[in-house]
């Protein structure tokens, strides 16, 4: 994440409004999908969440309202604004990416080269969906966990120098317990994300629809 001028450059009046204010994205679950319960968060087939991201650099900070839809062969990923703004849309099916940034689509076979190339973001974006649900990938070396064996602390050596993630809270959401607020950090980057509703999802034919009351009052970051 070295220049981060490519988001801020349109957006800075909405995104210090973001940064007071926590709103949903106005999205919709695809129809093949519906809302279920689920033990734990590893049984979801597909799951959405809505919360907040907060980005500091040595040089630029910022928070914007975070959308992300997962399933096992797709991603989609939104920053909005409180008003619903779009300013950054990440779509990853099947191998192929598309970035909508600046009203210009970008496209590439590998997401994380696709970020980076554009925004200057070196974020893991494929470790991101077991972060966020509180898993760690094959590259994860586990530093510290609590009484509940939770990861507290993880080390990603993937890019170096090394992310080093920190999951301060937890919560229940869909039945299941996840991370409530997770803390990115590597060298002068710090970003902080903070799941306001996590919903896991599966097919309509195999499920029975069970939506949990949302938390409406979370703290902003």
């Keep these: 994440m070295n220049n981060l001028s490519s988001i801020t450059k349109n957006t800075y009046a909405w995104v210090i409004l973001s940064f007071i204010f926590i709103s949903g994205c106005s999205t919709t679950i695809p129809d093949n999908l519906v809302p279920v319960s689920v033990e734990q968060v590893e049984l979801a087939q597909a799951w959405e969440m809505q919360g907040k991201l907060a980005v500091r650099t040595a ?11 997962h399933t096992h062969s797709s991603n989609e990923l939104k920053l909005t604004t409180m008003l619903g703004t779009t300013v950054l849309s990440l779509t990853s099916t099947r191998g192929n990416t598309v970035l909508e940034l600046d009203g ?11 970020l980076t190339r554009i925004t200057g ?7 991101l969906p077991l972060w966020i649900t509180g898993q760690l ?15 507290l602390s993880i080390m990603n050596a993937t890019q170096l120098p090394p992310w080093k993630v920190d999951f301060k809270s937890w919560q ?10 997770l803390n990115l950090t590597r ?14 999802l599966a097919p309509e034919k195999t499920s029975v629809t069970n939506r949990p009351q949302s938390n409406s009052s979370e703290p902003p970051l």
Excluded: M
């Excluded at 496209?107 to 994380?112: E, K, N, S, Y």
């Excluded at 590259?139 to 939770?150: C, G, Y």
């Design 104 to 114: 210009k689509t970008y496209t590439d076979t590998d997401a994380q080269r696709l």
């Design 172 to 181: 229940t959401q869909s039945g299941a317990e996840l991370p409530r607020l």
């Design 59 to 69: 040089d630029d900070k910022f928070s914007t309202n975070l959308y992300w839809l």
């Design 137 to 151: 990938s094959s590259s994860d070396e586990l530093v510290s966990q609590d009484a509940q064996n939770r990861p």
């Design 121 to 127: 973001w070196t974020i893991p974006i494929d470790a």
């Design 187 to 200: 060298d002068d980057i710090r970003l902080k994300i903070q799941i306001n509703q996590w919903q896991a």
